[in-house]
């Protein structure tokens, strides 16, 4: 598992400024500023599936200038014509594991005397970060993977992160589970891969981050992030509902000055839509994240978006 998470993560702390501005400590920070000229690839909460991972590289790309014939987003990505953004949450099964979660929980409650249940969650959840890791590492400049409520190995309470719970008490399981059956180098490794995570990638006509902007957040207080749990809270945990009115349109009029004939939008995943997506904020907030299904949005350069077309099932 460490030789793909710790390459993994000196790719994430050695980002070029120019691309994840540095904090006042000189490290990457939590805005990551996408090409502006590449087809872009959303991808929404993945949730320990692996499968997602392997289908999202297969996505057909039409790419001008030639259009009529397609091109697989890994061959894309690797010619330096497209980039993927993942908006967190790469861990924890979702409703499709609901059962064996409840078996988990009964392992957990014996001390995972037995833990094949738990061996299952682990391995999908593991492996997905892995898989994850080993893209960023190999495309670096053109694979981001942003921090969810998810990311967070320790069960952590503060600085933005919240223990979690929705099927079991999924966090305090899978803290308990790494310290009983991985030595302290691995679980230091994750933690640092997820704090090293950044909130906000920035395109040319839209924002990505993992959850609905809480309140306006200066690009400084974004980029600072690891001196202020207020943003990672609020850029990951928000609920519908709860964000400041206006919020989504302040961030974008504020960051985005494209061509003012394309419309802009704010994309994240986090709260569960029906179909293929659904809209907040005056149908300016576009939520992907569908847990029974593969959902991706492209977004090609120049050209104006449209959910009903460009968001895909895979």
């Known amino acids: ?10 790719v994430l702390q050695t980002e070029p400024d120019y691309q994840r ?14 090409s502006p000229v590449r087809t872009t690839v959303i991808i ?10 392997r289908r999202v590289l297969d996505i057909p790309l039409a790419l001008s200038p030639d259009t009529d014939t397609t091109t697989p987003l890994l061959t894309a990505l690797q010619q330096g014509r497209a980039q993927l953004v993942c908006v967190g949450d790469y861990v924890h099964a979702e ?8 078996l988990a929980m009964q392992e957990f409650l014996e001390g995972f005397t037995r833990h094949t249940a738990m061996d299952d969650e682990m391995r999908e959840s593991l492996g997905t970060l892995q898989m994850l890791a080993a893209i960023k590492t190999a495309l670096p400049e053109a694979v981001h993977l942003l921090k969810g409520n998810h990311e967070n190995i320790r069960n952590r309470e503060g600085n933005g992160n919240h223990s979690f719970g929705k099927f079991a008490y999924e966090g305090q399981m899978v803290a308990d589970y790494m310290e009983q059956f991985y030595p302290p180098e ?3 490794t994750i933690d640092q891969f997820e704090q090293n ?3 906000l990638a920035i395109g040319g006509s839209f924002l990505v981050s993992h959850a ?3 309140r306006f957040f200066m690009p400084a207080e974004i ?20 964000a400041e009115d206006g919020s989504v349109a302040a961030m974008l009029d504020s960051y985005i000055s494209s061509d003012p004939g394309l419309s802009s939008y704010y994309f994240a995943g986090h709260r569960p839509v029906n179909g293929r997506y659904g809209t907040r904020a005056d149908g300016r907030l576009i939520q992907l994240h569908n847990p029974a299904s593969g959902i991706a949005a492209v977004i090609n350069p120049d050209q104006q978006f449209d959910p009903d077309q460009d968001i895909l099932v895979i």
Do not use: C, K
């Open 1 to 10: 598992m460490l030789e793909f998470l710790r390459p993994g993560l000196e």
């Open 21 to 34: 501005p540095r904090d006042q400590h000189g490290l990457p920070g939590g805005l990551v500023r996408l």
């Open 44 to 53: 929404p909460d993945i949730h320990a599936r692996m499968e997602i991972v």
């Open 95 to 102: 409703q499709r594991a609901a059962e064996r979660w409840r």
């Open 186 to 188: 691995v679980i230091e």
């Open 197 to 199: 995570l950044p909130l």
């Open 212 to 214: 609905e902007p809480s």
């Open 223 to 242: 980029r600072d992030y690891r001196e202020n749990g207020e943003v990672t809270e609020g850029l990951t945990w928000t609920a519908n509902g709860d």
